[in-house]
């Protein structure tokens, strides 16, 4: 470790990090695996003081060969499909790694902290969902929340989040004061292909409105309730598509039924996975893509849409309205009527109207940088090293508090 009389507070002076991705299961653990290999690339990208050095599980390397190839990589010989050991390895594994690898923070990126956190401690916590909307999670994943958020937080010197909500969220549950949270918005990736512009995109034809929403079926998703309104939509165009791309979950029977009733059937598409081209050339096709998800602790669909210059419809729930900023249409309020209304709203949108609505959502897109995520990052990292030892908070308070 660096010497604690080393403030490191100089603009210039270089920090190393160890950044905890043991809990990274490449393909399995949804949109914190894109804003967390994301920020990396941005701090590597625009914060060169930086020096991360990533603990892995196997198949990192694999998914992620730019940061593999990019950071030193201190690899765990597990590839993550069984949690119990996982997350044992992770407890003694980690604790040496740290202890013996003199590194200035530990950055805890997947939301708990390991009962031995040797270090100065960063924390990302994503969001509370498991806090604020229990009944989405079996009765062991509750437990676990509940034990370990509260007291991963009372660990940490800096705890970061990705937006105000969820700032709100874990200040209010977590008991964790204003001073030691730090907002680390998501932004849209740099190393994807170019958005698409309003000059280059294909504009749908007025008489056949294409929808697009990109999610997994958890229950918070609201894809029946989704579903409901494109009904409402199809009778009025009765050549409407929606599509929906995203990994099965837990109600993806209950949303393959209800796309085969017979108001529905052939007018809803359900590929599942698809690739990063595929889901290019939707976006491509898309009159608007929708977000009328009941939470989300940023909202990285609605941020896309917007930077790819197609219009965004978000529901008033969680960080939607926040990402969204009163760039263009208001978030949706209600149930399938309220969104019925407002996608034929934005069908029926003509040329000069469309076309404001996408430069005001763009502009607004345009605010989330990788630069901005880095230098976020960056500031947490140094606040975190600077804390002198011994000032009661962070990893030198080893309560197991649960204040959730």
Not at 167 to 172: C, D, L, P
Not at 203 to 211: C, I, M, N, Q, W
Request: glycine share 10%.
């Amino acid at each position: 470790m660096s010497d604690a009389s080393d403030t490191r507070t100089g603009p210039g002076s270089r920090i190393s990090v160890l950044v905890n991705l043991t809990w990274l299961v490449p393909g399995v653990v949804g949109g914190s695996e894109e804003s967390t290999t994301d920020a990396l690339r941005a701090l590597l990208e625009h914060r060169p003081e930086i020096a991360p050095t990533l603990a892995v599980l196997r198949p990192f390397a694999a998914a992620h060969p730019d940061l593999a190839e990019a950071c030193r990589c201190e690899v765990l010989e597990l590839d993550g499909s069984n949690k119990a050991a996982r997350v044992w390895a992770e407890q003694r594994w980690l604790a040496r790694l740290t202890r013996a690898g003199g590194f200035d923070v530990v950055h805890h990126a997947g939301g708990v902290v390991p009962l031995a956190h040797p270090g100065k401690v960063v924390l990302t916590i994503h969001d509370l969902q498991p806090l604020d909307l229990p009944g989405n999670f079996g009765a062991a994943k509750r437990l676990y929340a509940r034990s370990m958020l509260g007291r991963s937080a009372a660990t940490a010197e800096i705890v970061c989040v990705p937006s105000e909500f969820t700032a709100g969220r874990v200040g209010q549950r977590l008991d964790v004061d204003r001073a030691r949270l730090r907002v680390v918005p998501w932004s849209v990736r740099s190393h994807r292909e170019p958005v698409i512009t309003s000059s280059s995109r294909s504009t749908p034809e007025p008489s056949k409105p294409v929808f697009l929403y990109p999610a997994i079926t958890y229950a918070h998703k609201n894809h029946l309730e989704l579903l409901e309104a494109f009904a409402g939509v199809v009778s009025r165009f009765p050549e409407a598509e929606l599509l929906l791309p995203g990994g099965p979950g837990p109600l993806e029977a209950a949303v393959v039924e209800r796309i085969g009733r017979p108001d529905l059937l052939g007018r809803v598409s359900r590929p599942g996975r698809v690739t990063a081209g595929e889901l290019e050339e939707m976006y491509t096709r898309s009159t608007a893509v929708v977000v009328p998800s009941g939470y989300e602790g940023f909202g990285l669909p609605a941020l896309e849409a917007m930077a790819r210059g197609v219009p965004v419809l978000v529901s008033d729930a969680g960080s939607l309205p926040e990402v969204l900023g009163g760039s263009g249409l208001a978030p949706v309020v209600g149930g399938p009527e309220a969104w019925r209304a407002a996608m034929l709203h934005v069908a029926s949108l003509d040329a000069a109207d469309r076309g404001q609505l996408i430069e005001a959502q763009r502009a607004r897109a345009a605010l989330f940088t990788p630069r901005r995520t880095a230098d976020a990052l960056a500031d947490a990292y140094r606040d975190a090293s600077s804390r002198p030892e011994g000032d009661g908070t962070g990893s030198h308070r080893d309560s197991a508090t649960d204040n959730s």
